[in-house]
């Protein structure tokens, strides 16, 4: 009986050996320059160095595009405010022309106009009130109301609530007008 179980433990010592030799040739190949063992010393070291730069890098290319996406908008501002400035505010619509004080001169006999909320400030001259019915215009500045061929005080200023109210001049007027008008006459 010894004899049979001699092969039987042969062949069991030469598996045992092999899978040592196995693993340990498996081990010894573990943490090469080419392959490296993840170790705490190589996080510090290689690992997140690398991930900071390639994330500020990605960083300085993004802010350099948000930049220059915010200059060119920023220039197309400015460049829509000079042209307003350079022609008094009345580059496109009416209700960017209406934003303004707009200085009209009227000879006498002249009517001007105004749409609901249009506002006249009398400078010089005199005029008076035109309206179909009360109140004509709201005196802003006194806190009262004029009616139609109500003489208008100098340097107040005058609000027509409702549209087709406006100024009749008697002589020659100068007017600040801020609001659409007509004038007719």
């Not at 004509?136 to 109210?165: I, K, S, W």
Request: with cysteine.
């Amino acid at each position: 009986m010894n004899q049979s179980k001699w092969p039987v433990r042969l062949a069991s010592g030469a598996l045992v050996c092999l899978t040592l030799a196995g693993v340990a040739l498996a081990a010894g190949q573990q943490g090469t320059q080419a392959d490296p063992l993840v170790s705490l010393s190589y996080l510090n070291q290689q690992a997140t160095p690398s991930i900071l730069a390639q994330v500020d890098a990605k960083i300085a290319q993004r802010e350099a595009e948000l930049q220059s996406r915010l200059a060119a908008v920023v220039d197309g501002y400015v460049k829509e405010v000079e042209d307003k400035l350079r022609t008094g505010g009345s580059s496109t619509a009416p209700a960017a022309a209406g934003a303004a004080y707009q200085v009209v001169t009227l000879s006498a006999g002249q009517t001007i106009t105004g749409g609901a909320a249009c506002e006249f400030l009398l400078r010089s001259g005199t005029a008076v009130c035109v309206s179909s019915s009360a109140p004509g215009l709201v005196d802003m500045t006194g806190a009262a109301t004029l009616a139609n061929g109500g003489a208008l005080a100098a340097n107040h200023l005058y609000l027509a609530t409702v549209e087709g109210r406006g100024v009749k001049a008697s002589t020659a007027v100068t007017l600040m007008v801020r609001g659409s008008y007509t004038i007719s006459g």
